[in-house]
């Protein structure tokens, strides 16, 4: 604008003005966030190469605005700088790269705002625990045998006992069955469940189970007689390391034992009357003989009773013995191998040598007991015995008068 006056002439102008800004920009610390996830912050992970750190709508400066970021990977115990500082200009992520980092190590991602003024604010993670290894069983190292570990079997089939199966009878359901695990960094997260074939072709699909759960039932095609499998668990921590622990494997048996010669109820000759089935005595001791066998999964236990009438037990109650508690002498036994072979993965590249391992059936046995160890004979009676042989929960029953 021009100005006339007495003899001069003048012109001015003015700036736009400044604005004096001494304070950083704000930083909302629960949006400064590690991992991958776009809403979560991550508090393990696995991967010891890369470290991931996000800040989306995490700083804002209302007088001059942000200009850039840098930022910086730090270990949290000493401050030491693993990587950076970068200048990412106005991204609000980074993916630190080619780090080699340890298993336990705690590292964080430490945001620098810088806005336009030139004033600084810091913001961290709250830092991310780097765990490279799997879940354990409780109270082991992590070298616990595959027998040690998931077993054939659990409460949902009939007759289980708690012990690793090596036979079943059961021909479209795989059960299966785990100790108590446990993950000293990062904790338990879930457990992955399913069943493959002996040479590890998948017959389930896998499924997510509960962490507090140690048993699962899977549906699988049906199996035929002599057939076997096994049941793979996988234990996944938070960090999302895993381990995978496999069964020893199980067969299937669908054909029960069988009486090799005829079943006896005797009557000792000193107290026999005038026919060989009369009792003279109350004080003979009765005896039941039997030879049973059974050439596939082999005999677990047999029971057997006396009573007043046909599959009564009233005069001995029913007495039941372990196969593995008779005396060598009474039975033949073998021994039979799993394993040994190598299978891979069919959604990754690795292969798995499986161990052998071993377990004795008993194929033949010879029963020689006295019913009536214990007690007299009752007066005036008809006596009957029973006896009954079973290898996994398939029965063989004979009933004699």
């Not at 595959?146 to 007759?159: E, I, K």
């Not at 005797?266 to 003989?289: C, D, K, M, N, W």
Request: charged residues 20%; hydrophobic residues 40%; aromatic residues 8%.
């Amino acid at each position: 604008m021009l100005y006339q006056g007495a003899g001069s002439v003048s012109l001015w102008t003015s700036t736009d003005g400044i604005m004096i800004d001494d304070t950083g920009p704000v930083c909302v610390d629960y949006r400064v966030r590690d991992g991958l996830h776009r809403l979560l912050d991550s508090d393990f992970q696995a991967n010891r190469e890369s470290v991931r750190g996000q800040w989306r709508s995490a700083f804002f400066d209302l007088e001059s605005l942000v200009d850039h970021f840098e930022v910086r990977l730090e270990d949290v115990v000493n401050n030491t700088v693993l990587a950076g500082p970068l200048r990412v200009g106005k991204s609000t992520s980074v993916t630190f790269e080619n780090l080699w980092l340890n298993h336990t190590q705690r590292v964080r991602t430490v945001v620098t705002a810088v806005n336009r003024a030139g004033a600084t604010t810091e913001c961290a993670t709250d830092s991310m625990l780097i765990d490279l290894t799997g879940p354990v069983p409780v109270g082991t190292t992590g070298n616990a045998t595959v027998n040690d570990v998931v077993r054939d079997g659990n409460s949902a089939l009939h007759g289980w006992e708690g012990e690793d199966l090596e036979y079943t009878h059961a021909t479209q359901a795989a059960f299966a069955s785990w100790k108590e695990f446990t993950d000293p960094e990062s904790g338990m997260n879930n457990f992955w469940v399913w069943a493959e074939s002996a040479d590890g072709v998948l017959l389930s699909r896998r499924v997510w189970v509960h962490p507090r759960l140690s048993e699962w039932t899977l549906a699988i095609p049906r199996q035929s007689h002599g057939s076997e499998y096994r049941v793979v668990m996988r234990a996944v921590n938070r960090a999302k390391s895993q381990k995978d622990y496999r069964s020893n494997g199980i067969g299937v048996d669908l054909t029960p034992p069988f009486f090799s010669s005829p079943v006896t109820f005797s009557v000792p000759p000193e107290a026999q009357g005038l026919l060989p089935h009369v009792v003279s005595t109350e004080t003979a001791r009765l005896v039941i003989q039997a030879s049973a066998a059974d050439p596939e999964s082999g005999l677990r236990r047999c029971r057997f009773a006396l009573g007043t009438y046909p599959d009564g037990s009233d005069l001995s109650g029913v007495v039941s013995i372990d196969v593995s508690d008779m005396s060598n002498a009474t039975r033949n036994d073998e021994t039979r191998v799993r394993g040994g072979n190598t299978i891979c993965g069919d959604d990754d590249a690795t292969c798995v040598d499986i161990p052998e391992t071993n377990h004795t059936v008993t194929t033949e046995l010879t029963l020689n007991e006295v019913m009536n160890k214990d007690f007299p004979l009752l007066n005036h009676f008809t006596l009957y015995a029973w006896v009954v042989c079973i290898n996994e929960y398939v029965a063989i029953a004979v009933v004699v008068p």
